[in-house]
C-alpha cells in the first residue's frame, strides 16, 4: 500500500529501492539473473522463504517498481507485468480455470479476447458464453453450474458501451465467481475496477499507460491469491516483460494523469463537434449525454477517456475513403498514442469477427474508430472536417 495520498503523486514517487549511487530516477536492471550472497540465500529464495530477484523471467526491479506503481493506482493487493497485453489476458484467465471450467463474458470484447473463447480454450475444454452488456438481466440467467469467471470491458472495444462495475461486482460475489475486468481503455486514472468488487483488472501497458506508441507490455493486478497462482503459472511458461519495457512503462505512469486529462478534453471536444454532423450517422462517447450509459459513465469514470466512435453515411466504401483522404491522423491499429490514430475495426482489430458478431456489438461497416492524441485539437478536428468533405 502507497503511504501517498494523490494519484499523481503515487504514480511518479513509487520507486525502487535507490541503489549505494543515490540515483534519482530509477536505473534499469538488464540482468538475466541475480547473485546470492551465499548458498542457504539461494536455497531460502527458491524455497520462498525468502523475497528477493533470482532470474528476471521471475521478478526484475524494474518490473517490480512498474507493477508497484499499478497496484498503489488501482488499490490492488499484488500484480505481475507481462510482455503484452494479450499475454495478461490470457494468464488472467488460463491460470484460474481448467478443464471443464466456464467463463461468462461480455459481448463486446476485443477481437484476439474473442479469439481466445472461441478458439484457443475450446481445445482445453474451457467453454464461454456471451452476455449483453446493455442486458444486465441476461447475465444471470447464463451462470452454470460450472461458471467460474466473469469477465468484460469497459468502456467496451470499440463500440464503448459501459457496463455497471458495482452491479457486475455484486453479480459475482453473490455466485462466488471471479470477476476480471479489462480496464486498458479507462486506465486507473479514469476508473478503478476493484472498488466495485473486480479480483483481477488487466491492461494492455501499450495503450495509454504507455502513452506514445514505443513499446509493448501488459498487467495482471489483483487479489494476493490470484496472483499467487497466476504468478506461478507465468513463472513456468515465460511471458515475461523485459526490464527495459518495464522501466519505460515506470517512467510513463509519471505522466499518464496530465497525458488522460488531454486525451478526455479534447475527445470531448471532438465528440461534441461531431454530433449531429450532417456526414455522420453516430458519434459515440461515453461522456455525450447521448450515450446510452451516460449517467453510468459519469458515476464510475472520472472523465470520458480518449477514444470516439463515429459511422460514416455511405457504409464501408465511404469509411475507407475517409480514412484514405485523412492527412495528418494516424491510419493503424494501435490506440492510446500521443498521435491521433484512425482505425476501421470491421476489417482490422475486429475483422475475425463474423458480420453477425459485430453487428451485435455495434461495430457497423462504416464504423470508425478514433483515439484521440495530444495534438492541438482544432488540428485534429480540421483533418477530420477535411476527410469528410473530401470523402463524399
Given at each position: 500500500?502507497?503511504?501517498?495520498?494523490?494519484?499523481?503523486?503515487?504514480?511518479?514517487?513509487?520507486?525502487?529501492?535507490?541503489?549505494?549511487?543515490?540515483?534519482?530516477?530509477?536505473?534499469?536492471?538488464?540482468?538475466?539473473?541475480?547473485?546470492?550472497?551465499?548458498?542457504?540465500?539461494?536455497?531460502?529464495?527458491?524455497?520462498?522463504e525468502e523475497e528477493g530477484n533470482i532470474?528476471?523471467?521471475?521478478?526484475?526491479?524494474?518490473?517490480?517498481?512498474?507493477?508497484?506503481?499499478?497496484?498503489?493506482?488501482?488499490?490492488?493487493?499484488?500484480?505481475?507485468?507481462?510482455?503484452?497485453?494479450?499475454?495478461?489476458?490470457?494468464?488472467?484467465?488460463?491460470?484460474?480455470?481448467?478443464?471443464?471450467?466456464?467463463?461468462?463474458?461480455?459481448?463486446?470484447?476485443?477481437?484476439?479476447?474473442?479469439?481466445?473463447?472461441?478458439?484457443?480454450?475450446?481445445?482445453?475444454?474451457?467453454?464461454?458464453?456471451?452476455?449483453?452488456?446493455?442486458?444486465?438481466?441476461?447475465?444471470?440467467?447464463?451462470?452454470?453450474?460450472?461458471?467460474?469467471?466473469?469477465?468484460?470491458?469497459?468502456?467496451?472495444?470499440?463500440?464503448?458501451?459501459?457496463?455497471?462495475?458495482?452491479?457486475?461486482?455484486?453479480?459475482?460475489?453473490?455466485?462466488?465467481?471471479?470477476?476480471?475486468?479489462?480496464n486498458c481503455f479507462a486506465t486507473p486514472?479514469?476508473?478503478?475496477?476493484?472498488?466495485?468488487?473486480?479480483?483481477?483488472?488487466?491492461?494492455?501497458?501499450?495503450?495509454?499507460?504507455?502513452?506514445?506508441?514505443?513499446?509493448?507490455?501488459?498487467?495482471?493486478?489483483?487479489?494476493?491469491?490470484?496472483?499467487?497462482?497466476?504468478?506461478?503459472?507465468?513463472?513456468?511458461?515465460?511471458?515475461?516483460?523485459?526490464?527495459?519495457?518495464?522501466?519505460?512503462?515506470?517512467?510513463?505512469?509519471?505522466?499518464?494523469?496530465?497525458?488522460?486529462?488531454?486525451?478526455?478534453?479534447?475527445?470531448?471536444?471532438?465528440?461534441?463537434?461531431?454530433?449531429?454532423?450532417?456526414?455522420?450517422?453516430?458519434?459515440?462517447?461515453?461522456?455525450?449525454?447521448?450515450?446510452?450509459?451516460?449517467?453510468?459513465?459519469?458515476?464510475?469514470?472520472?472523465?470520458?477517456?480518449?477514444?470516439?466512435?463515429?459511422?460514416?453515411?455511405?457504409?464501408?466504401?465511404?469509411?475507407?475513403?475517409?480514412?484514405?483522404?485523412?492527412?495528418?491522423?494516424?491510419?493503424?491499429?494501435?490506440?492510446?498514442?500521443?498521435?491521433?490514430?484512425?482505425?476501421?475495426?470491421?476489417?482490422?482489430?475486429?475483422?475475425?469477427?463474423?458480420?453477425?458478431?459485430?453487428?451485435?456489438?455495434?461495430?457497423?461497416?462504416?464504423?470508425?474508430?478514433?483515439?484521440?492524441?495530444?495534438?492541438?485539437?482544432?488540428?485534429?478536428?480540421?483533418?477530420?472536417?477535411?476527410?469528410?468533405?473530401?470523402?463524399?
Amino acid at each position: 500500500m502507497s503511504k501517498y495520498k494523490h494519484f499523481e503523486t503515487k504514480a511518479i514517487r513509487n520507486q525502487t529501492e535507490r541503489s549505494p549511487f543515490r540515483e534519482h530516477s530509477a536505473p534499469l536492471y538488464m540482468t538475466s539473473s541475480f547473485t546470492f550472497d551465499d548458498a542457504e540465500q539461494a536455497r531460502a529464495l527458491f524455497a520462498d522463504e525468502e523475497e528477493g530477484n533470482i532470474y528476471t523471467r521471475f521478478s526484475n526491479p524494474n518490473n517490480t517498481e512498474f507493477i508497484d506503481k499499478l497496484c498503489a493506482l488501482e488499490g490492488t493487493d499484488d500484480g505481475i507485468a507481462t510482455a503484452s497485453g494479450m499475454a495478461a489476458m490470457f494468464a488472467s484467465m488460463v491460470a484460474l480455470l481448467q478443464s471443464g471450467d466456464h467463463i461468462l463474458a461480455s459481448r463486446s470484447v476485443f477481437g484476439s479476447t474473442h479469439q481466445l473463447f472461441t478458439q484457443i480454450f475450446p481445445k482445453w475444454g474451457i467453454q464461454h458464453s456471451y452476455a449483453d452488456i446493455n442486458n444486465p438481466e441476461e447475465w444471470e440467467s447464463k451462470i452454470l453450474p460450472n461458471t467460474k469467471m466473469i469477465f468484460a470491458e469497459t468502456p467496451s472495444n470499440p463500440a464503448l458501451d459501459i457496463i455497471d462495475l458495482e452491479w457486475l461486482g455484486q453479480l459475482a460475489n453473490n455466485h462466488g465467481l471471479i470477476l476480471n475486468i479489462d480496464n486498458c481503455f479507462a486506465t486507473p486514472y479514469l476508473q478503478q475496477p476493484a472498488i466495485y468488487g473486480a479480483h483481477i483488472v488487466t491492461h494492455s501497458a501499450t495503450k495509454f499507460i504507455d502513452g506514445q506508441g514505443r513499446t509493448i507490455g501488459g498487467a495482471i493486478l489483483g487479489d494476493k491469491e490470484l496472483i499467487k497462482d497466476i504468478r506461478f503459472f507465468a513463472r513456468h511458461t515465460g511471458p515475461s516483460l523485459s526490464p527495459f519495457n518495464g522501466w519505460l512503462l515506470s517512467k510513463s505512469l509519471e505522466t499518464l494523469a496530465v497525458r488522460m486529462d488531454r486525451h478526455c478534453e479534447s475527445a470531448l471536444k471532438i465528440a461534441e463537434y461531431l454530433e449531429g454532423h450532417e456526414e455522420l450517422e453516430l458519434v459515440k462517447y461515453p461522456f455525450l449525454k447521448s450515450h446510452p450509459q451516460y449517467e453510468l459513465a459519469k458515476k464510475q469514470m472520472k472523465l470520458g477517456g480518449g477514444l470516439v466512435t463515429f459511422i460514416v453515411k455511405g457504409g464501408i466504401d465511404r469509411g475507407r475513403r475517409f480514412l484514405d483522404s485523412l492527412q495528418m491522423l494516424s491510419l493503424t491499429a494501435n490506440l492510446g498514442d500521443s498521435r491521433t490514430i484512425a482505425t476501421h475495426p470491421a476489417s482490422t482489430t475486429h475483422s475475425k469477427l463474423t458480420d453477425e458478431e459485430r453487428a451485435e456489438v455495434g461495430i457497423l461497416p462504416g464504423l470508425v474508430r478514433i483515439s484521440v492524441g495530444l495534438e492541438n485539437v482544432n488540428d485534429i478536428l480540421e483533418d477530420i472536417e477535411n476527410a469528410l468533405n473530401a470523402s463524399k
